[in-house]
């Protein structure tokens, strides 16, 4: 039995480790949140007390975490996995993260005789709990080969990206389409409303049109047409607006360092920021419709 060292267990690591634990991996993991380690204990996790100890002595270390910055403490840091981890240890970070910092971190662990890939992902909460995530992976080949038994297990869908970084690469580019595209659908969604035409109707017609995308077929923003999307559940998160907004900021930022031209990645992060900062940045990214549609002061 191979075992697994998993370092993060919010509302996406959480459910991933406990898909390992099922594939019959021996998970030891670490959050600093008190409520999660006992949600993954019940789980079938084996909880340990520190970064350090989650590294040692395991045949992977998986990690799931907030920012770059994060990444860069627990891999690199004095009491990191690179500190306590045994040589050739797989290093998998599903993290979102910056480009530069993965490849860093990537980097760090080639030096120090661990092989390492960034394998963001998508899916949501849902995708988690299910074990039907997307990977985007990026690193060596061989790399990609050593985690396929245990992105399996926690996904469904598996795509080599590329060389360090890749991974995340891909998962900033479609995040940053996602959320222009939602935008685009609140948009026409609010329009129809105002000129009379049931939302029904409009789904209908576009679901099956040139309009057809993502965001309305199997996300819509409107209740009703779509029974699974948050909609219908007073825009509970699936995938918070602050989340998409980070996402937009790691493209915009990307975008800059490259010379890339983005404008409407831009306008995206801008209106995502507003909605934050009028406090509803813990809604579901669909939830924006309200701002759109100026049904938020009414009703929320």
Partial sequence: MASVGFIGLGNMGGPMAANLVKAGFAVKAFDLGEAACARARERGCTIVPSVAEAASDVDVVVSMLPAGTHVRAVYTGPEGVLAHARPGTLMIDCSTIDVDSARVVAKACEE?????????????????????????????????????????????????????????????????????????????????????????????????????????????????????????????????????????????????????????????????????????GGMDFSGIIKMLDGSLGRDA
Wanted: some cysteine; proline content about 6%; glycine content about 14%.
């Fill in 112 to 280: 120090a005789g661990m092989a390492m890939i960034d394998a963001p992902v998508s899916g949501g909460v849902g995708g988690a709990e299910a074990g039907t995530l997307t990977f985007m992976v990026g690193g060596p080949d061989v790399s990609f080969e050593a985690a396929q038994p245990y992105l399996q297990a926690m996904g469904k869908t598996i795509v080599h990206a590329g060389g360090a970084g890749n991974g995340q690469a891909a998962k900033i580019c479609n995040n940053m389409l996602l959320g222009i595209g939602m935008i685009g659908t609140c948009e026409a969604f609010a329009l129809a409303g105002r000129l009379g035409l049931d939302a029904q109707k409009l789904f209908d017609i576009s679901s099956k049109a040139s309009g057809q995308n993502w965001s309305m077929t199997s996300y819509c923003p409107v209740p009703g047409p779509v029974p699974a999307s948050p909609a219908n559940r007073a825009y509970q998160p699936g995938f918070a607006a602050d989340m998409m907004l980070k996402d937009l900021k790691l493209a915009q930022d990307a975008a800059a360092k490259v010379g890339a031209a983005t404008p409407l990645g831009g306008a995206a992060e801008a209106l995502y920021q507003l909605f934050s900062a009028q406090g509803h």
